[in-house]
Nanobody, 125 residues
């Protein structure tokens, strides 16, 4: 089994910073892409940032220049550094892992998609 566990959310004033972490647990051989999505109340879940296994990144226009995502493949962990936070950034942030190959008992298993449970980020004005 693979589980994604996010941490680092909280309450911050506008202009402040937070750093989110997401660690994938289990006996993992590889993960193709990891990333962050967010969902604000009454809105659809939206892409924030993705990081490929090679470190290439992709960001939503709304966070470019303010957020930076990176990953540590040895730790199966992805990070999201959020600077210059705005009240509009308030949402539940979810970690996503795509293309995960892992050991399940004695079987080598590939699954296409895993989600974390989410962590709340609240930015006050």
């Amino acid at each position: 089994q693979v589980h994604l566990v996010e941490s680092g959310g909280g309450l911050v004033q506008a202009g402040g910073s937070l750093r989110l972490s997401c660690a994938a647990s289990g006996t993992i051989f590889s993960i193709n892409a990891m990333g962050w999505y967010r969902q604000a109340p009454g809105k659809q879940r939206e892409l924030v940032a993705t990081v490929s296994s090679g470190g290439s990144t992709n960001y939503a226009d709304s966070v470019k220049g303010r957020f930076t995502s990176s990953r540590d493949n040895a730790k199966n962990t992805v990070y999201l550094q959020m600077n210059s936070l705005k009240p509009d950034d308030t949402a539940v942030y979810y970690c996503k892992a795509e293309g995960v190959t892992y050991l399940d008992g004695r079987r080598r298993v590939y699954t296409s998609l895993h989600w974390g449970q989410g962590t709340q980020v609240t930015v006050s004005s």
